[in-house]
């Protein structure tokens, strides 16, 4: 099996663990804006030492980084935080189902910014898989009792421009770091994720300190209050990202993603086994269009 597609399960599998977590903490004490900043802040000790003992372990020197890496990593790490901001407010529309659903489209939207910025082409395998994934994804994305009409009343709302910007602005944190992590001078791949990691990291917990600062007050000292729980927060993110950045170093951001979407099996298999919960025959049949069109992917790449 290929490193990338090693490297996103893990990514896939850690994130299922550190949502659970981030809910958690959301649900208490701190914003969403201030369990996303613990996520970034408590991942970066992690993620200093994977970077120091590799370069020690390996005997290899830091390598240089340009104007462009850094471009891209603010380009990736503010998409990202964008994002994440779009999703939030997603979820405090009334039309959360429509929100939800237009967001399922980064993956194709990733595939032609990946076209457009990096020149990547996605094979008509690939089309396909990513086609069949977004099916699955949109079935298993459904509330229950959402019907398509519903869907289609939605069109009009609010809740199209969140879903469709948080859907945009993941699609410019993948193709981001992926271009980043390109403009590292190294053949190690492993090497080349952990410094994205280490600089993109810092980058995020910077700015979203300042926000804290100048617009949630309180919320960076309920961070640290909150720190026996934030820290796995931290951890499990760290390991996720860096999953993330070891694809996107080795395989286009459109097919990561893709493969990625193995997320919303876990999470639902977690939902199952932790919290009890049933699965209805709609999310089985979307589970099976998924698995469908992640094995496709495979075989396509």
């Known amino acids: 099996m290929e490193l990338w597609i090693i490297a996103t399960l893990a990514a896939a599998s850690f994130q299922t663990v550190r949502f659970m977590l981030q809910k958690v903490l959301s649900a208490g004490v701190l914003s969403a804006t201030g369990s996303t900043f613990a996520r ?4 970066m000790p992690g ?3 994977i970077l120091i003992g590799y370069l020690w372990g390996t005997g290899q020197g830091l390598p240089a980084l340009g104007p462009d890496f850094w471009f891209w990593a603010v380009i990736g790490g503010g998409g ?3 994002a994440t901001v779009l999703v939030v407010m997603t979820f405090q529309t009334r039309n959360f189902a429509v929100g939800i659903t237009l967001k399922k489209t980064e993956v194709i939207q990733t595939a032609l910014l990946g076209l457009i910025v990096l020149g990547e082409v996605i094979s008509p395998t690939g089309w396909l898989a990513i086609g069949l994934g977004l099916v699955g994804v949109l079935t298993l994305s459904q509330q229950s009792g959402a019907s398509p009409r519903d869907i289609l009343a939605g069109l ?7 879903g469709l910007g948080s859907g945009a602005f993941f699609a410019v944190a993948g193709v981001g770091y ?3 992590t390109l403009e590292i001078a190294s053949e190690d791949p492993l090497l080349r994720a952990s410094v994205a990691l280490v600089c993109v990291t810092l980058l995020q917990s910077l700015s979203l300190a300042v926000w804290l600062r100048w617009r949630e ?5 309920a961070v640290w209050a909150a720190r026996g729980k934030a820290i796995w927060l931290g951890v499990t993110s760290m390991c996720g990202t860096m999953g993330w950045f070891t694809a996107f170093t080795l395989q286009t951001a459109a097919y990561v993603y893709a493969l990625g979407q193995v997320e919303l099996i876990l999470s639902l298999a977690a939902s199952v086994l932790f919290f009890r919960e049933k699965v209805s025959a709609r999310e089985y049949a979307g589970i099976a269009v998924l698995t469908l069109s992640i094995l496709l992917l495979v075989l396509a790449v």
Do not use: D
Request: charged letters at 10%; a positive charge.
């Open 40 to 43: 970034f802040a408590y991942a």
């Open 47 to 49: 993620a200093w030492l």
């Open 80 to 82: 990202q935080i964008l």
């Open 217 to 221: 007050p309180g919320q960076i000292s």
């Open 178 to 180: 992926r271009a980043a």
């Open 156 to 162: 009009g709302s609010r809740a199209v421009l969140l």
